[in-house]
């Protein structure tokens, strides 16, 4: 308030009044300023509320006045005419009530200018939420002030509302101390509520600053020796307070930069446009600045006098259909206002194209604080724990509008969200595709058949992520939701899942930073789960079973928009520098969207009985039991026994102790039934295997039967997983995961080196609507076994195509005529019956077309994509056997004397065992870190590692087994132990899933092209 105490003053001179109201009334540019000499350093800032953080009295009377054909000047006649006891200066001294107020001030006004004014009109205009707000300069200048620490206050001549209330439209909490007349019984300029102020404060006069729009407030502020602002201006104001204080309080628009050049708009047009239709006369120029955001809509920041505005636009050029809908952005934020949902309030659409050359829309500026980085760095975990539930929670509001009353009704079809997005991103997609993606590919044909079945309809923002969320810049309150251009109504799910996209991408993605590889619980950030349970009990739903198609449809269509920013940026459209990276991008996220497929065409294990363990009668094991004990098998942890569990979902775990509860559980389960079950029958299974019945399956083994995790059966399922057909699926997949079938996988040939995928021979042609099969294979694991039902084929169908897409993959049933098993092979004289590796040809075999996976040319990309999982369980069988070898390694030279004393007295002997256990552990690392990279970035992004266990774990296995037989001399080589065939399984795995020289040339070629 500011006008009213011109009022008050009876030795104030009228012509000084005169003066000073004429000032008011035309707005003079001038500034003074009363300052005490000293020059002592600052501590807080005092402002006056009216006329400085909030428009004048005087000029809000002046519009009133106009609009209402008041004689002008009446309403501020009013107030000085009465002075010091007139209806004004008791309502600010809190002395009558506003209805006491209105009635003797309305009775005034009419007096002055002869005819009825509506005074409560007027009141109402003053204390609307419409007139009463904050300028943005003074938030801004507020926050600064407050982040060097100095305290801030209020010094206002407010009144009483009807409610009883003060009148205080501010957020008091950017405030050490307010100081408001009407509670107080005095007002400015009397020097007691300025002592009072200071005393509240705790400060002397010299240490604060104090701005008002009046002279005689600031006269008498100066006088008790405070350093004064004259305000007429707030921009012109904060500059001097910048200049007193010493630093700066304006630091410019976050995330904002000069309008990029193809992005420019005609500042002249646009101004005038802006000075009609917020009525501004100054002259002033013109500040623009585009905002970092908005790659789809450019969006700009706007000063114009003391307006700041946010304009939304179009980009220029042909647009896609239906795509950058600002009008639709501007209709539901105008919408939502009265919601409960924060958004900007928005001003005025322009779809008029000659203004600025496209549509636009304009919203007020919101000042609040964007978190880009969604792992939120420099933030205490507690806060991020705060910032995530209030995104949340923001979500939920969004969720549970009323459409039909906000009159959203027609916003966008009722039912059926999912398939028609589905639909629209792959027609999206299409229409800016630059290249064949794989996945997408896959996940054009896979989203379709998946599709859930929709259970509520709500407003959908769809494309809800931090970075569009306007937060307080003290609180953890969300002030505005922003980016609705992809609003519509629809399936409420498909903005959970699509807000948890950072949990799953990298910290280095580029254009839309994650968290993927971070530690949540170290964080404070609740995991994707928890974001989602917490949305779940906060809208009263149950949690639902398919929330990985969400994911897989979210990441698929983020990928469909990098693509269309991709080929904008080809023609220079792209609003973003980073536009022309988003290329790659889609890739990656395509892969992502696959990855979340796949985990959902895993949900066939959730639907499967749960397998029986079988009582079985003890066998012993030729050597001491000792041998078998835990001590001698897996107890040895990566850490100390008693280290803190290391619980954190993320982390990487490096001993049974750091499981999760469930997992540590099965990991006891399993070494009970190792011990209890599997070690005392090794023996009778080493029998059976010489036996003539060997190339039966052993009834112990399928008694047994409980991991079905052997090659290359899990490699076949991992495939029809990724890449089968519904049909394909349920003839193969569900056999294979029931155990109650075996596979082989066919590709080696003897011909050609086959190390090189790209050189297999054997042929498959296109007749008669059938694929013929012709070929030579050997080294068919699994070939040979009675249970095989299914061979994996893989031969050329173009022998003419790209050296990468002539290869295909074909499902051979085993019983089709014309595969012809010529002999098993033999490693180091053993058969591995009863799978066995067979030598076999394929003629003529006849197989129906539907029998190819993915498509002719796929073959390659096929085999890529099933080796990662069988890898890493061929890598760690080999730590497990290692771990074997080596315990029956200390077991023996325990026992055995030579030279007059015990073996492990050998100073050889005690180097191989530490030699031994060093690399076991080596290995295991690398292991770990390769299942750990798998499990939360993907095969892909594990490639490296993958290829590196591939390189280091046979080898070491070799070693140490080798170690293990050397110490039990002649009997280590014979099959009364296990060490030979151990050491037969390693060798061979120098070669089986690609010879060593293979993995080391993929890990030499990495390392060169990404950490060059
Ligand atoms: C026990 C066992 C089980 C198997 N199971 C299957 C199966 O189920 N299905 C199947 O299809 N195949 C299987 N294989 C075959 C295996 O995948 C191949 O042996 C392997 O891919 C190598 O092919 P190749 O034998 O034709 O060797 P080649 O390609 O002839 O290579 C011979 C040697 O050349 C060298 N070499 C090759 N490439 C490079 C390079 N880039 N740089 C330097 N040197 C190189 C290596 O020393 C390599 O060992 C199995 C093999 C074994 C031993």
């Known amino acids: 308030m500011c006008i009213r105490r011109l009022f008050q003053f009876s030795h104030l001179q009228w012509a000084q009044r005169a003066t000073f109201l004429k000032h008011i009334q035309h707005k003079h540019q001038g500034t003074h300023r009363w300052t005490h000499s000293g020059g002592s350093t600052y501590r807080a800032v005092i402002f006056d509320m009216g006329g400085v953080l909030i428009p004048s009295p005087g000029r809000v009377a002046a519009e009133w006045e106009l609009q209402n054909h008041i004689p002008s000047g009446t309403i501020l006649k ?495 459209q792209a609003s973003s520098a980073t536009a022309e990276q988003s290329g790659n991008l889609t890739e990656f996220m395509s892969n992502l969207a696959w990855d979340f497929a796949v985990k959902e065409g895993f949900q066939v294990f959730k639907k499967m009985p749960a397998p029986k363990l079988l009582k079985r009668s003890y066998h012993t094991w030729a050597t001491p039991q000792s041998l078998l004990s835990p001590t001698g098998t897996r107890s040895y942890s990566s850490i100390p026994e008693g280290f803190p569990a290391h619980a954190s979902k993320g982390a990487l775990v490096i001993s049974p102790e750091g499981l999760s509860p469930p997992a540590r559980e099965l990991y006891h389960r399993l070494r009970r039934f190792m011990e209890q079950r599997v070690y005392p029958v090794e023996q009778e299974l080493q029998r059976h295997q010489a036996s003539g019945d060997r190339w039966s399956p052993s009834p112990l083994i399928e008694d047994l039967k409980i991991f079905n995790c052997s090659a290359p059966d899990t490699g076949n399922m991992e495939l029809l997983v990724r890449y089968g057909t519904e049909e394909q699926k349920a003839r193969w997949l569900l056999p294979l995961l029931e155990g109650k079938a075996r596979s082989c996988f066919a590709m080696t040939e003897p011909q050609v080196a086959s190390s090189d995928a790209t050189n297999i021979e054997s042929s498959i042609r296109e007749e008669d609507g059938f694929y013929v099969i012709n070929g030579h294979k050997w080294w068919i694991t699994g070939i040979l076994d009675p249970r095989c039902q299914l061979c994996v084929f893989m031969g050329k169908t173009d022998p003419h195509a790209p050296r990468h897409r002539q290869q295909s993959v074909l499902l051979v049933p085993m019983d089709t005529p014309g595969i012809k098993i010529i002999r098993p092979l033999t490693v180091y004289g053993l058969e591995d019956a009863p799978g066995g590796h067979g030598e076999v040809r394929f003629e003529h075999v006849r197989v129906p077309k539907e029998n190819m996976v993915l498509g002719p040319g796929r073959g390659f990309e096929i085999a890529q994509g099933r080796l990662g999982p069988g890898r890493i369980h061929h890598c760690m069988r080999l730590i497990g056997s290692s771990e074997r070898a080596l315990a029956l390694l200390k077991a023996r030279v325990r026992s055995r004397v030579a030279f007059g004393k015990p073996l492990v007295e050998q100073g050889t002997v005690l180097a191989d065992i530490a030699q031994s256990r060093v690399e076991i552990e080596q290995a295991r690392l690398l292991v770990l870190r390769a299942a750990h990279l798998m499990d939360m970035a993907g095969n892909k992004a594990a490639a490296l590692d993958i290829a590196m266990i591939k390189m280091v774990a046979p080898t070491m296995a070799c070693r140490v087994v080798d170690r293990a037989i050397q110490a039990f001399g002649a009997a280590g080589l014979s099959s009364d132990y296990p060490l030979a065939q151990f050491f037969a399984s390693a060798r061979a795995l120098r070669f089986a899933d690609g010879p060593d020289e293979v993995h080391r040339a993929t890990v030499a070629k990495m390392e060169l092209k990404h950490r060059a």
Not at 132 to 140: D, G, I, L, R, S
Not at 211 to 232: E, F, Q, Y
Not at 235 to 245: G, I, W
Not at 532 to 550: K, T, V
Request: aromatic share 10%; hydrophobic share 40%; with cysteine.
């Open 78 to 572: 009013a107030f000085i005419e009465a002075g010091e006891n007139g209806p004004w200066m008791r309502f600010i001294r809190g002395e009558i009530t506003t209805e006491d107020f209105l009635k003797e001030f309305g009775r005034l006004c009419s007096e002055i200018s002869k005819t009825s004014v509506p005074v409560d009109s007027f009141f109402s205009l003053l204390t609307s939420d419409r007139v009463a707000k904050q300028f943005p300069v003074m938030t801004e200048a507020i926050t600064q002030i407050r982040a060097k620490g100095l305290q801030t206050a209020v010094l206002s001549n407010n009144f009483c509302l009807p409610s009883g209330k003060s009148f205080f439209p501010l957020d008091r909490k950017q405030f050490d101390v307010v100081v408001e007349s009407c509670l107080e019984g005095i007002c400015k300029p009397d020097p007691r509520i300025y002592k009072l102020c200071l005393e509240q404060l705790g400060l002397q006069p010299s240490e604060s600053i104090f701005l008002d729009d009046l002279g005689p407030n600031l006269k008498t502020a100066a006088s008790l020796g405070i350093h004064t602002i004259k305000v007429n201006d707030p921009e012109t104001a904060v500059k001097e307070l910048e200049s007193l204080l010493g630093f700066t309080l304006r630091v410019g628009i976050p995330n904002t930069r000069p309008v990029r050049k193809t992005m420019e708009i005609a500042k002249d047009a646009l101004e005038k446009y802006l000075k009609d239709l917020l009525g501004i006369q100054t002259t002033g120029p013109l500040e623009l600045l585009q905002f970092d955001h908005g790659q789809s809509n450019p969006t700009y920041y706007i000063r114009l006098a003391n307006h700041q505005l946010v304009l939304r636009k179009k980009p220029p050029g042909t647009l896609l259909p239906s795509a950058h809908a600002v009008e639709r952005e501007f209709r539901i934020m105008k919408a939502l206002a009265n919601t409960g949902v924060p958004v900007p309030n928005v001003l005025d659409l322009c779809e008029d194209t000659r203004v600025i050359g496209t549509p636009f829309y304009l919203m007020e500026y919101c000042p609040g604080l964007t978190y880009k980085d969604p792992s939120l760095p420099g933030i205490e975990p507690s806060r991020r724990q705060a910032i995530y539930t209030a995104m949340n929670r923001v979500l939920c509001k969004i969720h549970s509008v009323d459409f039909k009353a906000a009159g959203l009704e027609d916003y966008g079809k009722q039912g059926d969200y999912i398939p028609r997005q589905v639909q629209t991103w792959i027609k999206q997609y299409r229409a800016s595709e630059t290249s064949i993606i794989p996945a997408m590919e896959r996940l054009i044909e896979w989203l379709p058949l998946h599709l859930p079945s929709q259970q509520r309809t709500t407003v959908v923002h769809g494309d809800f992520r931090l970075d569009n969320l306007l937060f307080h810049p003290e609180k953890t309150e969300v002030l505005a939701v922003l980016d609705w251009e992809l609003s519509t109504l629809g399936d409420p799910l498909a903005d959970v899942a699509y807000s948890c996209l950072a949990h799953y991408l990298p910290s280095s993605f580029p254009m839309l930073r994650g968290f993927g590889d971070c530690d949540l619980t170290h964080l404070g950030i609740p995991t994707a789960e928890e974001y989602f349970r917490m949305y779940c009990l906060h809208m009263g739903i149950p949690p639902i079973e398919n929330w990985n198609f969400y994911m897989a449809f979210s990441f698929f269509r983020m990928a469909a928009i990098l693509q269309g920013v991709y080929k904008r940026s080809l023609t220079g």
